[in-house]
Every structure is written in C-alpha cells, then in structure tokens.
C-alpha cells in the first residue's frame, strides 16, 4: 500500500515542501516532489509519476491533510478504483514507516547540508532517495534494500497470478 507523505525542507530563503510517494511493504521511495507552495499540484504529480512507473496498488493510505483530501488528488485514485484510506486525526502510529523515512532523511541528508535553493535541495534530496532506495540496506527488511523487496514482491505477484 503506497503512502504519500510530507516534511518541510529548510533552504536559504523560507523552506520547500516535499511530498514522497512510498511502498509500506517494501519502504521504496516510489515517486516524489518538492515545491515552494502546499497546493495539491505537487502531490498529484508525484501520485500520477508513482501510478505510471509501478504497479498500481489495491489501497492508497494518506493523512487528513489539505492537499491529500483535494477533490483533484482523490480524483486520481478514484478514476483508477484504488480504495482510499485516511488516517485517524492524532494518530501517529498510523504513519510509523513513514516518519522513519523522514527522521533518515532530515538526519542522514537535510540537516547536513545548508541548500541555497529548490534545485540544490532537489539534487541533494535526490541523490539520497536512489542511495535509499538502491543501497542502504534495512534491517527490518532482512538486510535488503527497499527497491530489492519491492521489485521481488513484483516478482511474486506476477508468479503467483500466472
């Protein structure tokens, strides 16, 4: 079940916001975007991106955030028919894996650097999602790395449906 998720990111002037589209299963970053504004445009990029590079999942889970319950958001979902599901106001167990890939983030990525602006925090951010992805092994995941689980459990549905 992919999750989008939403931190701030500090620049030199003001902050961007990042929105990231991740695998619960598997932690995989899946898609992802930063932007100056919290409209939902952002969002449903990431989402569209995500939709159009991986599978399409049977449940899509966000928050009870503004731009996650925006008619043109939901609207994506709904026209692909993938169950949306909300978390509960203060709920923060809900989204355990997901601040877990924030606290990485901010630790191992955002609060070490000082971007000047969007594009050198796009490049930063970047650079740490493809060595999230593709190399930091996970404990939780039996020393594997996000994208190794997500593209064997890939693998294990297409077996499993032939």
Not at 41 to 53: P, S
Not at 80 to 106: A, H, Q
Not at 119 to 137: H, Q, T, W
């Amino acid at each position: 079940m992919p999750r989008p998720t939403q931190p701030y990111i500090p620049l030199a002037r003001g902050f961007a916001y990042l929105v990231a589209v991740i695998d619960l299963f598997s932690r995989a970053v899946l898609a992802w975007r930063l932007s100056t504004t919290m409209e939902a445009d952002f969002c449903v990029r990431a989402l569209e991106d995500a939709l159009h590079r991986w599978r399409q999942p049977e449940i899509f889970n966000t928050d009870q955030g503004a731009q996650f319950t925006a008619e043109t958001f939901t609207e994506v979902l709904v026209a692909r028919g993938i169950r949306i599901s909300m978390d509960g106001k203060g709920r923060c167990l809900d989204n355990v894996f997901v601040e877990r890939l924030w606290r990485s983030l901010k630790y191992e990525e955002v609060f070490l650097r000082a971007y000047d602006g969007v594009l050198d925090a796009k490049r930063g951010i970047g650079r740490y999602f493809v060595f999230f992805n593709e190399e930091r092994r996970h404990q939780s995941l039996r020393g594997r790395t996000p994208m190794a689980v997500y593209q064997e459990s890939i693998a294990s549905q297409r077996r499993a449906a032939a």
